[in-house]
């Protein structure tokens, strides 16, 4: 490869650790533009709303202290992504992007065939890594388990001992948390979001919050506590899931007879619930039009007809009558969580 830039395309991987695309580009040896984009286009998107954007903001907060203690910041920029990429090409003679898989929503697919479009354009190297237990391009789904299980015993990728620096590259804080771009006010509280945090609560769950998981994990406020709260960093990607996997395997294996008897079941519940996870997102991957029809068509067009202002508001604000349905959606408003 040439001493040109490369970029490291940050979406929902805000992390250092286990980083295939920021390890890879890093080894290149040349200077690394690590790249997150605020596209406004995505935050009009109606699953789109300001409590991401504050759990995003700490993450990007993290994300650039550590980019920097390792010699290059984060590069923020505003605006369409194919543009912005076009515009770092032509500014800084960038020659290769290195990014995650995604599995996101209809937008975020187009936008990303998009950027392959232009990369192709300009002869730009695309290079994209798998992403969590998914697998893309499957034949079968027989193979899935397989491959997901063997993806989660692999060594966990070190972080970057030093990002050689993109010269010239400006620098600029992403938008502030309450930017109009962000659609609605938050009511309630937000969780913390960005890595030290996820560290954080990974390791209480492990520790004594898993001891009752499977006792706690529908009811409402005694859920916040005994549920892991890693959701949103698994969503975000301030851990990899191939992270948690293996910090389960590494806590069953330290557990005393005594302690196996308060943990054991809840780690199993709590790591087959991990594999669930990659196992939905799995579905998205292979049938991507499940986020607009039913998966089964037998149910198009049963209940549209029938919605009722009304009762969506009861529902979503947590007033329709019905004591276990309100407290999870009260909470939800509230506390910005909601129940298994």
Same mark, same amino acid.
């Given at each position: 490869?040439?001493?040109?830039?490369?970029?490291?395309?940050?979406? $929902?991987?805000?992390?250092?650790?286990?980083?295939?695309?920021?390890?890879?580009?890093?080894?290149?040896?040349?200077?690394?533009?690590?790249?997150?984009?605020?596209?406004?286009?995505?935050?009009?998107?109606?699953?789109? /709303?300001?409590?991401?954007?504050?759990?995003?903001?700490?993450?990007?907060?993290?994300?650039?202290?550590?980019?920097?203690?390792?010699?290059?910041?984060?590069?923020?920029?505003?605006? !369409?992504?194919?543009?912005?990429?076009?515009?770092?090409?032509?500014?800084?003679?960038?020659?290769?992007?290195?990014?995650?898989?995604?599995?996101? !929503?209809?937008?975020?697919?187009?936008?990303?065939?998009?950027?392959?479009?232009?990369?192709?354009?300009?002869?730009?190297?695309?290079?994209?890594?798998?992403?969590?237990?998914?697998?893309?391009?499957?034949?079968?789904?027989?193979?899935?388990?397989?491959?997901?299980?063997?993806?989660?015993?692999?060594?966990?990728?070190?972080?970057?001992?030093?990002?050689?620096?993109?010269?010239?590259?400006?620098?600029?804080?992403?938008?502030?948390?309450?930017?109009?771009?962000?659609?609605?006010?938050?009511?309630?509280?937000?969780?913390?979001?960005?890595?030290?945090?996820?560290?954080?609560?990974?390791?209480?769950?492990? /520790?004594? $919050?898993?001891?009752?998981?499977?006792?706690?994990?529908?009811?409402?406020?005694?859920?916040?506590?005994?549920?892991?709260?890693?959701?949103?960093?698994?969503?975000?990607?301030?851990?990899?899931?191939?992270?948690?996997?293996?910090?389960?395997?590494?806590?069953?294996?330290?557990?005393?007879?005594?302690?196996?008897?308060?943990?054991?079941? !809840?780690?199993?519940?709590?790591?087959?619930?991990?594999?669930?996870?990659?196992?939905?997102?799995?579905?998205?991957?292979?049938?991507?039009?499940?986020?607009?029809?039913?998966?089964?068509? /037998?149910?198009?067009?049963?209940?549209?007809?029938?919605?009722?202002?009304?009762?969506?508001?009861?529902?979503?604000?947590?007033?329709?009558?019905?004591?276990?349905?309100?407290?999870?959606?009260?909470?939800?408003?509230?506390?910005?969580?909601?129940?298994?």
């Amino acid at each position: 490869m040439s001493g040109k830039p490369c970029i490291v395309w940050f979406k $929902r991987d805000l992390r250092f650790h286990d980083h295939a695309p920021l390890l890879a580009a890093a080894e290149t040896g040349r200077p690394v533009i690590p790249l997150y984009i605020v596209e406004p286009e995505l935050w009009k998107q109606p699953d789109a /709303a300001r409590r991401h954007w504050y759990f995003i903001h700490d993450c990007l907060t993290d994300l650039n202290s550590a980019l920097t203690d390792m010699g290059q910041p984060l590069v923020v920029r505003v605006g !369409n992504a194919v543009d912005v990429i076009a515009d770092i090409h032509r500014e800084f003679g960038a020659r290769d992007v290195f990014s995650h898989e995604e599995t996101g !929503n209809a937008w975020t697919y187009a936008r990303d065939l998009a950027v392959a479009k232009l990369c192709a354009d300009l002869g730009i190297g695309v290079h994209e890594f798998p992403c969590n237990g998914v697998v893309r391009r499957l034949h079968s789904r027989d193979d899935w388990s397989l491959i997901r299980n063997a993806r989660m015993a692999e060594a966990i990728k070190p972080k970057p001992v030093a990002l050689q620096p993109a010269v010239n590259c400006p620098l600029q804080p992403p938008p502030g948390k309450e930017d109009p771009m962000f659609d609605d006010p938050v009511e309630g509280r937000v969780q913390k979001g960005g890595r030290k945090s996820a560290v954080s609560d990974l390791r209480s769950f492990l /520790a004594h $919050r898993s001891e009752r998981y499977l006792f706690h994990i529908s009811a409402p406020l005694a859920s916040e506590v005994h549920c892991s709260r890693l959701s949103a960093h698994l969503a975000w990607g301030t851990l990899s899931v191939r992270e948690v996997a293996q910090a389960i395997a590494n806590r069953r294996k330290q557990l005393s007879p005594t302690e196996k008897q308060r943990f054991g079941r !809840n780690l199993s519940a709590f790591g087959a619930r991990l594999a669930w996870r990659c196992h939905f997102i799995q579905k998205l991957e292979d049938q991507p039009s499940i986020e607009t029809t039913c998966m089964h068509p /037998a149910f198009e067009g049963i209940r549209e007809k029938d919605h009722n202002d009304a009762y969506f508001h009861a529902w979503s604000t947590g007033q329709t009558g019905y004591p276990f349905i309100d407290a999870c959606m009260r909470n939800l408003v509230s506390e910005g969580w909601i129940t298994f």
